[in-house]
């Protein structure tokens, strides 16, 4: 027997209903905001990750499932949507096409991390990215898309929190105060972040170790170093977000995990599913598109990991749509009804109906019960008199009453009762 690899699920035929929902949930919201689907590899060059998502991040640095191919090329699996995004807008010439460019994905992605509760290493996440606009009319239609998603799927305990991390001018007087901080304190830090101080000291907020986490605590907030621009862009995103009613509080220390913010960054969050509380996140990214070789390109977007979803679902009670059942299972009594019941059950099938029929060779009882099991909302059961009068019972299975139907009119009637 071999098992699933270590950070991996299987989808269930019971459980695929839930996933069909949440994803329906998504493509709903990314029609009623005018955003159109994208697709790409599940593997990119190993580069697009290096330079889109930095070096210095733990996902970059520790976390990607690398492999050459037989071409001698370094592959990697896809460890977030972003980069992808990025180089299919600048790859594709979508910079010359008119903007904003409004784009969702679901898609798998790959971490090696150590796998708990909310983490693994295959998980998948629903995206959106918009390119071509830096107003704040935009951050705040992204934030709404992500809010109306959660909305939508009737999650209720998870909190908005946004910051700005600035631009690349105050950042730098940002970098140049935390330097100043930890400076003292360098040799009491892990040495990602001893290496992180060199490199991008911000990401030394970003460090899991308990020591560095204590050490970073009152280090100096970015709020406090950004330029005028930054600060009436992070105003004017905070007015639309209260106007439109989306609560949120300000929290100056998400920095976010990967290299390419700048300016608004998000995260909504709860304390309901353990220690990975970050069930969605995003935020502006204005270089990375010419980072990776396009024009310069304001872009904004987030990703929600559907899997931390699911948990945050299961964990407070947010119900899901009942699970598709069939319409009608039809029962065969011998060769000849079973024969007619196959024939009745593919006509319902072409005319969009969904009927169920005997694979197993079970006898009348049987088949009853198993169709209760199935949930079928009505059942009809054929024999010998049916085949010669042309008629069956049809009975409704959630009060008991049943009806004689011709077989002819079977589709108008299960129709009819639809409505
Ligand atoms: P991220 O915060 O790294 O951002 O991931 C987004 C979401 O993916 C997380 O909030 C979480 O729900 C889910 N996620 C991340 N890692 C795991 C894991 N190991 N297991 C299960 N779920 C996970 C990004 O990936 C950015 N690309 C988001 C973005 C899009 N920013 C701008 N545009």
Known sequence: ????????????????????????????????????????????????????????????????????????????????????????????????????????YMTPAFRYERPQAGRLREFHQFGIEVFGSKSAETDAEVIFAASSFLDKLGIKKVKLEINSIGCKSCRADYNRALKEYFKSRLSEMCETCR?????????????????????????????????????????????????????????????????????????FVSNEIGAQGTVCGGGRYDGLVAELGGPETPAIGFAAGIERLMLLMDNTGVEYPQEPKPVIYIAGMDEKSRAEAFKIAQALRNSGISAEIDHMERSVKAQLKYADKLGARFVAVIGESELQSGEVNIKNMSDGSSEAVKISDIYSYLKQKEN
């Open 195 to 267: 290496t992180r101080f060199d490199t991008n000291p911000l990401r030394m907020l970003d460090c899991k170790e308990e020591r560095c986490k204590e050490i970073g605590v009152n280090a100096p907030e970015i709020l406090d170093y950004l330029c005028d621009d930054c600060k009436t862009h992070f105003e004017k995103v905070k007015s639309m977000l209260k106007e439109q009613g989306v609560e949120y509080t300000v929290n100056p220390r998400i920095v976010r995990g990967l290299d390419y913010y700048s300016r608004t960054v998000f995260e």
């Open 1 to 104: 027997m071999i098992n699933i690899p270590k950070g991996t699920k299987d989808v269930l035929p019971s459980q695929s209903y839930k996933w069909q929902y949440i994803e329906q949930t998504a493509k709903e919201v990314a029609r009623v905001f005018n955003i159109k689907e994208i697709r790409t590899p599940v593997f990119e060059h190993t580069e697009l990750f290096r330079r889109g998502v930095g070096e210095t991040t733990d996902v970059v640095g520790k976390e990607m499932y690398t492999f050459e191919d037989k071409g001698g090329r370094s592959i990697t699996l896809k460890p977030e949507g972003t980069a992808g995004a990025v180089r299919l807008f600048v790859e594709n010439g979508l910079s010359s096409t008119p903007m904003p460019v409004k784009t969702w």
